[in-house]
């Protein structure tokens, strides 16, 4: 479990906490407004995808390979296809891009 942590240490300034309070707040009305407006976030998220459909280099379970991101399955696991044919579904930490 990652250790707990605050703007403060890791900036080193202080905040004001209701002005912060009511920017986070603005931008998740935002969201529920799209969302409710139809946006796909999941076609918003893979618009952004690093590396979507073009092949690459990583290393799974230890193993160096070459394979091109194809998707994200509904858990949010990485779904990628490697050179050899294999198709992959990948976990947070479960994959490292090189």
Do not use: Q, W
């Amino acid at each position: 479990m990652p250790n707990p942590t605050s703007l403060s240490l890791l900036t080193g300034r202080l905040y004001e906490l209701e002005p912060l309070l009511v920017r986070l707040l603005d931008c998740i009305e935002k969201r529920y407004d799209d969302l409710r407006a139809g946006l796909d976030p999941e076609a918003e998220y893979l618009e952004r995808l690093m590396n979507l459909g073009v092949p690459a280099r990583y290393i799974y379970k230890e193993e160096t390979l070459e394979a091109t991101i194809t998707g994200v399955d509904p858990h949010g696991r990485l779904l990628l296809t490697a050179s050899d044919g294999r198709y992959l579904s990948c976990g947070m930490k479960e994959i490292v891009f090189l």
